[in-house]
């Protein structure tokens, strides 16, 4: 088992309790909730309370091994995993059956130099490194007596308007506008400005036009300036230069810029790809059969969002990269498994599609479930139900939700801390 | 004020309802709540936790000012400071009254070289720098197949053996005991070894011997094997060289050292006594009059773990380094103040020892409250109370508690997070 995010903890949650020998390998030693990563960056929730110890979680299973290391190869033609451990030990694993969920990362469409001024959401070293660049921008801007520069401070970039995104910029005005308000002398923290640029012609892409359109509005009256049809061109540590179709490119003062767009697969799919000549897309996304099992390879499943899978007709569907996908995939891997051990053969994979969430900001959502399309509070409330349910862990549930109801509360935020490497990479010794 | 530890954010806490225009400097944006640290560093609490925010205690006073810079230099003369901001920005700041509260940190006794494979448990930063190497050593002990190096992986020595040392060694021992126990396959993280060095004859000096020796028994129940006048002459990142006196100097192989012993003061000291001649020790504590005034200047007050007082008798007076007398020492310092506005002479400082608290463990402390010692439960429930009482925030508060009951039920823990920069200071990208 590769990978301890939802697709990979689902499986071997799932196998754990068969008569297997489990050994579940993850780089961290923690299951990341990914979904409110944004809200770490943004000081509304403490690290610890959005990852859990994978240990933890099975905790005497003695049938489960749990490894702390870096998958760096795959041997399909051994059957063997070779590892690095945190001490630079290499380690080869055997296996029987093999799930790999490696996830995806945020791609920076080849600018890798862009990383180091815009960080991204997904990881929690990312996301810890925003907060301290995000907070730090307005206490820079109090001592900073140039206007011109601290306009740039107080304006904030967020590059891509999928959910991350949108929540990503609802929070940082709710930041300036309610949590920060009254704390600052020579600044206003409101006067900051947040821009949302977007490549497509809506944000929320992927929910029905009517619910991109609520959202939409829901951000303006937030403070956020939507820029739709715009691509970034350029990120310095000083400004960002985006451009419409047509017109001339525009540069933008602003030290703060937050990438949430475009996600490369992990590299084990090209690593697997290799080995199966199986089918790559630009994303890095391998293509598995219609039972996640790669292309000659029924011992070895593959899933997530690091996959495509091969339809009845042959073409190549792209599930969404969210966690519900993961975690049915990974049951689906589970049982799967268990009926290879039992000579069964599995039928396909069935994705069942719940609907799609995503928040604005406090009290403000968006919910399409299929059957009911829901916004404003109704939507939050039921954002807000189905994290709180999710989030595993029993001790998680009740810090988040105390922290959340002083939130809403008090529109304060507990977790506003500057510390680690912010903007200039110093530690303290 | 300068300075947003225990004295500094007493002292502004009380100036800030008078008629005082307050400005609050610190290099950081929140207060930490110091005695907790250690509970960091083992994964028991989450830093947020530990921490509040200082613009969030003065939100909406007007009068009230805060500013995240450091002090680089104190003007006595042109009654100025000089500061630096975290951009960089140069700053300078006139003032009528000054607190100086700059605190302390480790030192090593002049060997610099061993902060960086020995952290310390004061700071934030290191407290997490410190919890990824600790819970890091189990997880390349488990993929490690030399029984040597994981013998040293899996021993943890702890320098000092003051509240902190003795804190963080029993922490640390039931890490092993209790929390990780049955989550490993290759390695029983209960073989662990702790051990706790100090150049005393008994651990907890500052307590009566009594309470010394039954924290030394409840120390070696949990499993830590207290090493009495033992000097450490040596450390590297995978030993530490220790010494008794007339015997030979002894290596021990261990990859985690764990610093607790010997502090420095604040460096403003030294830059305010070349300024007025104040007497200056060996730690770098400046002598103060008996009302905590700078000699010459009774516009500036110095308070906290950075001073020494003058007595009476013309005696220097060192109290410990604690929290109760860094807050009474704010307070004076607020009153001391409003009385010099008012054209008033403040009488000398009186610190009110109420006592001293030391945690071993679970369920297992000392208390030495002068006209009752306790230890064992009682004492717990009493180190429990002190601190949940004097933690800012009541969110904190709350969530402080949940994860004490939980861990108290389950012996878990819920921080137990590998993240940033480890051992070999690698970070995700």
């Known amino acids: 088992m590769i990978g301890g995010g939802f697709g990979g903890l689902e499986a071997a949650k799932h196998l754990a309790s068969a008569e297997v020998e489990l050994t579940l390998i993850d780089r961290r030693n923690f299951h990341l909730f990914q979904?409110?990563?944004?809200?770490?960056?943004?000081?509304?929730?403490?690290?610890?309370?959005?990852?859990?110890?994978?240990?933890?979680?099975?905790?005497?299973?003695?049938?489960?091994?749990?490894?702390?290391?870096?998958?760096?190869?795959?041997?399909?033609?051994?059957?063997?995993?070779?590892?690095?451990?945190?001490?630079?030990?290499?380690?080869?694993?055997?296996?029987?059956?093999?799930?790999?969920?490696?996830?995806?990362?945020?791609?920076?469409?080849?600018?890798e130099e862009w990383r180091e001024v815009a960080p991204e959401v997904k990881s929690l070293e990312s996301a810890l490194d925003l907060r301290a660049r995000l907070l730090g921008a307005f206490e820079e801007a109090e001592l900073q007596r140039d206007p011109e520069r601290r306009r740039a401070l107080l304006t904030f970039v967020v590059v891509g308007a999928g959910p991350t995104g949108v929540e990503m910029a609802g929070q940082i005005a709710e930041l300036a506008r309610d949590t920060l308000r009254n704390e600052f002398h020579e600044i206003d923290p409101g006067e900051g400005r947040v821009l949302l640029v977007e490549m497509g012609d809506r944000v929320l892409s992927t929910f029905p036009p009517s619910l991109s359109r609520r959202a939409q509005r829901a951000l303006e009256r937030l403070g956020v300036t939507p820029m739709l049809r715009h691509t970034v061109v350029g990120i310095d540590a000083e400004s960002v230069t985006i451009e419409a179709a047509g017109a001339e490119a525009e540069r933008i003062a602003a030290h703060n810029v937050i990438w949430a767009a475009g996600v490369t697969a992990s590299a084990l799919g090209a690593n697997l790809a290799e080995q199966t000549g199986a089918d790559l897309d630009r994303a890095g996304r391998i293509l598995v059969e219609p039972?996640?099992?790669?292309?000659?390879?029924?011992?070895?499943?593959?899933?997530?969002?690091m996959v495509r899978v091969r339809e009845a007709d042959g073409s190549a569907r792209i599930f969404p990269g969210v966690a519900p996908v993961a975690m049915q995939q990974g049951r689906y891997a589970a049982k799967a498994v268990r009926a290879r051990l039992e000579g069964r053969t599995?039928?396909?994979?069935?994705?069942?599609?719940?609907?799609?969430?995503?928040?604005?900001?406090?009290?403000?959502?968006?919910?399409?479930?299929?059957?009911?399309?829901?916004?404003?509070?109704?939507?939050?409330?039921?954002?807000?139900?189905v994290h709180i349910w999710y989030l595993i862990g029993f001790q998680n549930r009740m810090l988040v939700l105390v922290r959340w109801i002083y939130s809403f509360l008090t529109r304060g935020r507990g977790a506003r801390l500057i510390a680690g490497p912010g903007r200039d990479g110093r530690r303290e010794p």
């Open 35 to 111: 979904p409110l990563t944004y809200q770490v960056a943004t000081g509304a929730l403490s690290p610890a309370e959005v990852c859990y110890p994978l240990r933890a979680i099975f905790k005497g299973r003695r049938n489960v091994r749990v490894m702390m290391a870096e998958v760096t190869a795959i041997d399909l033609a051994d059957r063997e995993l070779r590892l690095r451990g945190g001490g630079g030990e290499e380690l080869r694993v055997g296996y029987d059956s093999l799930v790999v969920a490696g996830g995806s990362a945020y791609s920076y469409f080849g600018h």
């Open 291 to 305: 039972d996640l099992t790669l292309p000659g390879h029924p011992e070895v499943l593959t899933i997530g969002d």
């Open 346 to 385: 599995p039928g396909p994979f069935h994705y069942l599609d719940k609907g799609n969430l995503a928040t604005i900001g406090r009290a403000r959502a968006v919910a399409d479930l299929h059957f009911l399309r829901l916004s404003g509070f109704p939507a939050w409330l039921t954002w807000l139900l």
